[in-house]
């Protein structure tokens, strides 16, 4: 079983929806919970991060941590053919330095 | 900050030659990883340094492979020789803290 699970998708919605994009885990010790998106034929970029459970809000997307059931998610609000990315979720844990398990990523496409 | 830079963007070799990547980390950043992208197994992790020493290099599917970092601005990861099931997406990424930031990747095509 992988460390961290993640529906590889693809995801198709119509413009104007509300995406929901989620991913599960094993390791308790995780504190550290990103979001990054990669665009076609780029690396990933950092979109959003969490440190421990709760909510975060930023513009059009918010993300949520819930770590009783080791399983986070990021909406997108009002989503845009921009949006049209692969997303990558990814974690860690306090003593692991900086290295990020990632999820296998979740293409998603947003039609006009 | 020009954010990291990684070069060749393009590779396409033959099997059996040897190949180079290049790495040019953020300035400051600590850490640096290595990691292959491909459809079938997302992104893995090859290797990561910690203050230019190698920490974890579990990743590195064979003894073809290996990375080094002379310095704390410049880092390689080498293949020899190469086989076509290397061909992936190559992206280097370093970080301070736990927010990485990565490389636009080198394509590599091994034919």
């Known amino acids: 079983q992988k460390e961290v699970e993640q529906d590889p998708g693809p995801l198709s919605v119509p413009e104007g929806a509300i995406v929901s994009l989620n991913c599960t885990y094993s390791?308790?010790?995780?504190?550290?919970f990103m979001w990054y998106r990669q665009y076609s034929r780029k690396g990933p970029e950092l979109l959003m991060y969490t440190y421990s459970s709760g909510n975060k809000e930023d513009g059009r997307f918010t993300a949520q941590v819930d770590k009783s059931s080791k399983y986070i998610s990021l909406f997108i609000r009002d989503s845009q053919p921009s949006d049209s990315a692969t997303y990558l979720c990814?974690?860690?844990?306090?003593?692991?330095?900086?290295?990020?398990?990632f999820g296998q990523g979740t293409e998603l496409s947003v039609k006009p | 900050d020009a954010g990291v830079i990684q070069s060749p963007r393009h590779e396409v070799t033959e099997m059996g030659q040897e190949v180079t990547l290049r790495c040019k980390p953020i300035?400051?950043?600590?850490?640096l990883f290595w990691y292959r992208q491909t459809m079938m197994r997302g992104l893995e992790l090859l290797i990561y340094f910690n203050n230019n020493v190698p920490i974890d290099d579990s990743g590195m599917p064979e003894d073809r492979f290996s990375a080094k970092m002379p310095n704390a601005s410049f880092s390689t990861l080498k293949i020899q020789p190469s086989e076509p099931r290397d061909s992936a997406v190559y992206f280097c990424?370093?970080?301070?803290?736990?927010?990485?930031?990565f490389g636009s990747g080198t394509r590599l095509t091994v034919v």
């Open positions: 990814a974690m860690s844990a306090n003593n692991q330095g900086g290295k990020l398990i």
């Open positions: 390791n308790s010790a995780f504190q550290y």
């Open positions: 300035s400051g950043h600590d850490y």
């Open positions: 990424a370093s970080s301070w803290g736990p927010f990485m930031a």
